[in-house]
């Protein structure tokens, strides 16, 4: 998506320490739009509170993107304690560009605790990636029936392998009720050893067609692009330890859109049904 060469997930996790709670980044991650993707801001700011937290792991975060990210500057993100137990630490993330605030982040970690468990149960009945091609395979098949920037952004690297549960329904139907379901997974992250960078990349991979799922019902994928649309915020809550490269199921739905604003949210599984993670985002839509 706008790149000639994706970044990968050691890539985006590289920080340059600038001093205590300071780090830079060098890399980007453009988006279709020729802005940086969103999910990057968001690992990357849970990256740089995860180096002011040892020995613990995140369990929720939640942030606002406050302007567009250039993918032609590096970000600094400052990272503060707002508290450090022996249980919890939480953090602010601030995330500039050319001295411009562009993100904010609060970030939360904690020590593993003792508890009941239950999940949300996984959808069944549903193919398996193995049994899907890629949105860039089916793309690639279906390139005279699709506009040519649709088939310029989707056979572009990124970082992320997705396959579409539903592809036709999804570029050239519409859904009777906002839903759609994908698998995905980041297959440079298979060189990350360290569990907590696996759930920064994690991070960045929800940030992925979360909140479009609020357009589903009123435009195909096909003539997206003539619409707008801009992420406002993002939230995740860390549920179950994954591996970023191991496929994930992504089921996302959209409770409301209204006054020109959709509210997406969304389920992550591992392959073996485990829940991962909950997510939530809202975006602001801007009609063709």
């Not at 706008?2 to 997930?9: F, L, N």
């Not at 739905?253 to 992550?268: I, N, V, Y």
Request: aromatic letters at 10%.
């Amino acid at each position: 998506m706008g790149a000639a060469r994706s970044i990968t997930a050691r890539e985006l996790l590289e920080l340059e320490p600038l001093g205590p709670g300071r780090f830079r980044s060098h890399r980007t991650q453009p988006n279709h739009s020729a802005s940086m993707f969103g999910g990057q801001l968001v690992g990357q700011a849970l990256a740089a509170a995860a180096a002011l937290a040892p020995g613990k792991r995140a369990n929720s975060l939640h942030g606002y993107f406050l302007h567009a990210g250039s993918t032609q500057a590096p970000i600094d993100y400052e990272v503060e304690t707002l508290r450090e137990g022996r249980r919890f630490a939480v953090f602010r993330v601030s995330a500039f560009q050319d001295g411009k605030l562009i993100f904010h982040q609060h970030c939360s970690f904690m020590s593993s605790l003792p508890g009941f468990d239950h999940q949300a149960p996984c959808p069944t009945g549903l193919p398996g990636p193995e049994e899907l091609a890629t949105v860039a395979e089916f793309v690639g098949a279906r390139a005279a029936d699709l506009p040519t920037d649709t088939v310029s952004i989707y056979s572009t690297s990124f970082p992320l392998e997705v396959r579409l549960v539903e592809p036709e329904r999804t570029f050239f139907g519409r859904y009777e009720t906002p839903e759609r379901a994908f698998w995905v997974r980041i297959p440079s992250a298979a060189e990350l050893a360290d569990p907590i960078m696996h759930q920064c990349v994690v991070a960045f991979v929800t940030d992925y067609w979360l909140v479009g799922v609020a357009a589903t019902p009123h435009i195909p994928m096909r003539e997206r692009n003539r619409m707008g649309i801009v992420s406002l915020d993002h939230a995740v809550w860390f549920h179950r330890p994954a591996r970023a490269d191991e496929w994930m199921l992504y089921v996302t739905d959209s409770p409301s859109a209204q006054e020109g604003r959709g509210l997406g949210r969304g389920l992550l599984y591992g392959a073996d049904g485990a829940l991962i993670a909950s997510t939530a985002q809202e975006g602001l839509f801007t009609p063709p």
